[in-house]
């Protein structure tokens, strides 16, 4: 079974401010992991993943699978990055399973 | 982007009809589209995978014959919201694979429907 946790479900920071947010996920298999975003009024979309190796507006996030973790981390927040962030999880086959969601604020 | 539309926005109906959801996939063609429900400030439980031209598949728990699902073409998927109660309220979103290689992952989602039952 597929499982993803996000354990904090609000985080607030001031602008500039690192933000990291968890994910710890559960598979027995080869997992893909991303990091899907919904800003205000707007639809989820993909942020990253971790197949990319890239950075999006300045996230990251490093797939560790000795700690199953894929954790999303920015070293200076801004404003324009509050919004519900959802950690994801599939097996391959485009079922994704989703984390409960970290809602961000930052502060200015 | 690949885009993705879901007709109605927003719902609401009596206790005991039927309501149906559209999900279009507006630019590319979608031969796998998935329907997730969210409650409030909880996550995305995905309901069922609908499969252009087969049966949906629906995830644990999920009642068939409560939410019919029909993918009738390469670009529309609905679901069927059947006898609907009011504990069937809720927010419905749609997504479709990308047009994009097989194994990219991305899932493109629509904007949502919520539908209340009174």
């Not at chain 2, 699902?69 to 390469?74: K, V």
């Amino acid at each position: 079974a597929q499982r993803v946790t996000q354990p904090e479900k609000l985080l607030s920071v001031f602008k500039g401010a690192p933000v990291e947010l968890k994910c710890n996920y559960s598979y027995s298999g080869s997992p893909e992991l991303f990091w899907y975003v919904q800003y205000s009024r707007q639809r989820l979309q993909l942020l990253l993943r971790h197949i990319s190796r890239e950075s999006i507006k300045g996230f990251t996030a490093d797939l560790n699978k000795g700690e199953t973790s894929f954790h999303l981390k920015k070293p200076f927040a801004q404003e324009e990055d509050s919004a519900m962030y959802y950690c994801a999880l599939t097996g391959g086959n485009n079922r994704l399973a989703f984390g409960k969601g970290n809602q961000v604020v930052v502060i200015p | 982007g690949a885009v993705v539309s879901q007709h109605p926005s927003r719902v609401i109906c009596k206790s005991g009809t039927s309501v149906k959801i559209e999900c279009r996939s507006l630019d590319f063609q979608a031969t796998t589209m998935f329907w997730y429900r969210q409650f409030p400030k909880q996550s995305l439980m995905l309901m069922a995978t609908s499969n252009e031209g087969s049966k949906a598949t629906y995830e644990q728990g999920v009642e068939k014959d409560k939410f019919l699902i029909n993918h009738a073409s390469l670009t529309l998927s609905t679901l069927t919201v059947t006898s609907a109660h009011p504990e069937d309220s809720s927010f419905y979103i749609c997504s479709a694979k990308g047009p994009g290689p097989r194994d990219t992952g991305e899932l493109f989602f629509g904007e949502g429907s919520r539908l209340t039952v009174l």
